[in-house]
C-alpha cells in the first residue's frame, strides 16, 4: 500500500470499508442460511480474556467450541464446565491428539503465542491470536507463510477496524472533511493487570497490551508508518501480582511513540501500566476522546476507547460546533473477533481485520523498543492493504 495518493486511498478504502463492514453487520441470518457449516474450535489459555471471548464464541452459530486448554488446568476445567464444553486438557500436545478441531484460538500469555500459534499451523489448525500474534516481525511473517503455504488462515487481535466508528471516521478523512490531515494523538492507559506477571515481563509492556489498540486503529486510518521515534521507561520496577507477591518489571510499562505516516502526516501514541484512570478496563465509562485527528479544516475524536468506541465527535470549517456521530455499534464488540474469524471459515466473508496490518503494528513496537535502546529513528518496512475487501 502506498501513501503518496492519500486522499484516493482514503475514498477507496472508506468506499470499501463501508461495504465490508455493511457485508460484517449483516452478516448473521443471510449466510448462515448458506452454510450451516460450525466450524470445530479450541480455545487455549483459560484466564481472564477468555471470560470475554467465551460467551460470544459458545453464543456464534459458526462456531462449536469442543475443547478448551491451560496449563493450569482447573481454569480448562472450570471453563468447560461453566460453558458446557466435553473436553478439557492440560497442554496443547494433548489438545492437538485429543478430540479433533479446525480452528485453534490463543488466548495465552503474550510471550507464549508465537510458540503455540506455530505449533497449532503446524498440526493444520488455522489460527486467532489474540496480540501480538508473534514475537518479531520476522517470526511473524514466517508464521504467515506457513499459513499460506499449508492453506490455512491467521488472524491477530485487535479488530479496531471493525467498529461502525472506525468505518465513520475512515469515510470522514476520505471525504475530506478535516482539509490537510497533519496530525492525530491517542493514549490509553490504566493501573496495570495484576492478576499475571507476563504483563511486565520481556515481551510483554503496555505497548502489545494497550497501545496496539491505537496503532491498529492510527495506522488503519492514515496509513502504515514509515519510521518510528519512540521513549520508553519502566516507572514501577516492582510489582504486586495476585497468588505470586513481587516480581521485577523488566519490560517497559511508559511508552511514547511517533509515527510518521508519510504525506507529512504525524501521529503520536501513549501508553502505560501507570495512568490514574477511574474507569480502568470498562470501556463504557470511558468518555474521553482517546484518538483525535486534526488538519486544516476540520478536528474529530473517538469518544470512549477505540476497542468499545461510543462514537466520533466531528468539528469543521464548516460547522465548527463538536457534533457527536456514529454512536451505534451495531453489533460490534471487541471480543468478537474469534467468532468473525470462524464465520470467514464457514462463509467465506473477509475480516477488514488482516494479519498484515497485525504484524506491520507489531514492526511498530519492535522498531520503538530499538528506538528507544539506540536513541534512533527507525525505518520500517512492512506493509498492509488498507482494511478493504473489494
Ligand atoms: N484480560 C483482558 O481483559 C484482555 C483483554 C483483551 C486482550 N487480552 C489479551 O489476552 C491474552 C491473555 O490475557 P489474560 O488477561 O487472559 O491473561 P491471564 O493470565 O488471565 O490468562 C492467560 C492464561 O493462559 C494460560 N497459559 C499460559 N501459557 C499457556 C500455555 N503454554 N498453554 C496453555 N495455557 C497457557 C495461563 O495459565 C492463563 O490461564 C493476552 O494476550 C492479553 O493481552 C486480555
Redesign the pocket.
Known sequence: MKTSTLPITRRDFAKTTLLASAAVMLSGAATFAQSRRRIRTGV???????H?YLPVLTECPFVEVVSL????PE?AQQQAQRFKVAHHYP??DRMLAGESFEFLVN????Q??ER?NRQALAAGKHVWS??PIANSLRAGQELLRVARQKRLRLWG?PITVQSPQFAFMARTLAQGALGRVAAAHADYGHEG?N??S?FYETGGGSMP?LMVYNLTSLTGLLGPAKHVTAMLSIVTPERDITEKGSIKVTEEDNAMVLLDHGNGVISHVQSGFNYFNPHG?DGRGEQRHTITIVGSRGFMGMVGYDWAPLGVDLATHEQPQLKRHATDAKGYVWQQGAALAAECLATGRELLTTPEHALHVLEIMTAARKSQTTGKRIKLASMFRWPVVS
Open positions: 487455549i489459555g483459560c484466564g481472564s480474556v477468555s470475554s486448554c491451560d496449563i493450569r481454569r497442554h496443547i488466548l495465552t500469555d503474550m507464549e503465542h503455540l489474540e496480540k487481535a493487570p492478576w499475571s507476563f497490551d478496563h
